[in-house]
Each structure stands twice: as C-alpha cells, then as structure tokens.
T-cell receptor, first 115, second 113 residues
Framework: AQKITQTQPGMFVQEKEAVTLDCTYDTSDQSYGLFWYKQPSSGEMIFLIYQGSYDEQNATEGRYSLNFQKARKSANLVISASQLGDSAMYFCAMREPNNNNDMRFGAGTRLTVKP | EAGVVQSPRYKIIEKKQPVAFWCNPISGHNTLYWYRQNLGQGPELLIRYENEEAVDDSQLPKDRFSAERLKGVDSTLKIQPAELGDSAVYLC???????????FGPGTRLLVL
C-alpha cells in the first residue's frame, strides 16, 4: 500500500507568490517523522524541513513551513515568496521507528516558478 | 563541512557488464544508505548500514547486487551483471544514526544499454 501520496505531479507558481505542495501519509503508528526534500535537476536531494509526530507546532525553516494536520494525516509544504531557484522536484517522506526507521518517499511534485 | 560524496556522477555501460559506485559519507555519520531512484519516482531503499553492519538489505536484489562498507566509513555498491532495468539514479545518504535526518549525495546516473 502506498504510504506517502503526493497528488500533484506538477505545479506552477508566479515568482514572489506562495505555493503549497500537498502530501498525505498512511501509518498506524503514533510516533513517526515527516520530511521534505528538494531535488534540483543536478540530482542531489536537499533536506528542507522536518516535523515530528509529537511536535505541537508546525515546523518552519526560513521560507519553508510545514502545515501539519495530524488528524487528516497531511503534511503540506508551504513555500513563501517563491524564487526562480525553487524550481525543482519536491519529495515528501515519512520515517517510522516501528518499521526499522525506514524512510519512504512519495512520487514527488515538480514545481516550476515563472518569472 | 563536506557533504556526502559519490562517484562517478555518470556511468554508461552495456548490459551484462559490471559496475561499481562509491560513496563517502559525512564525517561522523554512523548510518549509511543506498537508494535507487527510477525515473519519475521517489528513492527506494536498497540497503542500510550501521557502521560496518548491513542491518536492512531486504530490498537489495542479492543475485546481482552487492555492497560493502569496510571500516564503517566508505561504501561501494556493485552490480554484476547489469541489466537494462538497472538504469536509474543511485543515491547514497548518511545520518548520525537511524533516527536522525538523512543527507544525500549527488547520486550516480547509470544508463545500461
């Protein structure tokens, strides 16, 4: 069964605007971690932000914030003030301690920032 | 601080040939991962090392894939013989331990002809 679902294969956003990339997950565990990575065309996976399942506040890192809605099992990434350099693939991932701490990735969303 | 280093960045080989990938993790990181990323998909774990020990290799196709992490630092992933379906990006990642954030290298793009 698919553990991580990213329903948006591609997204467009105008430069300087905000964009939300969707991610839903499936787990029966109470303890888990959620991650977002950025993968530019160069291929490297760049860690952006982390949210623990017990964290009461939404994680923020600069222009990145994670809209964590535990009851809905969603962990959407919000990028504020988009820049041309934000154009890339974005992957949502989940790590489950009860599953050997293995990390599972979604299929990704390709974000294109338009000038 | 240097990131995860991988080489080569690109490799083109003919089917049935062997190929090897090398990874140097971030200094001090005990856990090392090899992932395969097929086109249009997210990475999938092949094998995880805790120091020198392979603790999770359930997804590694053992008939043709092998890996080693001598001295608990550098690691190599080998495919012998390569098949057309092995064409993918092979990513190496490391973390302080299995509970910490994983940091990835630039990957090796393999094309099997």
């Amino acid at each position: 069964a698919q553990k991580i679902t990213q329903t948006q294969p591609g997204m467009f956003v105008q430069e300087k605007e905000a964009v939300t990339l969707d991610c839903t997950y499936d787990t029966s565990d109470q303890s888990y971690g959620l991650f977002w990575y950025k993968q530019p065309s160069s291929g490297e996976m760049i860690f952006l932000i982390y949210q623990g399942s017990y964290d009461e506040q939404n994680a923020t890192e600069g222009r990145y914030s994670l809209n964590f809605q535990k009851a809905r099992k969603s962990a959407n990434l919000v990028i504020s003030a988009s820049q041309l350099g934000d154009s890339a693939m974005y992957f949502c991932a989940m790590r489950e301690p009860n599953n050997n701490n293995d990390m599972r990735f979604g299929a990704g969303t390709r974000l294109t920032v338009k000038p | 601080e240097a990131g995860v280093v991988q080489s080569p960045r690109y490799k083109i080989i003919e089917k049935k040939q062997p190929v090897a990938f090398w990874c140097n993790p971030i200094s001090g990181h005990n856990t090392l991962y090899w992932y395969r990323q097929n086109l249009g998909q997210g990475p999938e774990l092949l094998i995880r090392y805790e120091n020198e020990e392979a603790v999770d290799d359930s997804q590694l196709p053992k008939d043709r894939f092998s890996a080693e992490r001598l001295k608990g630092v550098d690691s190599t992933l080998k495919i012998q013989p390569a098949e057309l379906g092995d064409s993918a990006v092979y990513l190496c990642a490391s973390s302080l331990d299995a509970r910490e954030t994983q940091y990835f290298g630039p990957g090796t793009r393999l094309l099997v002809l």
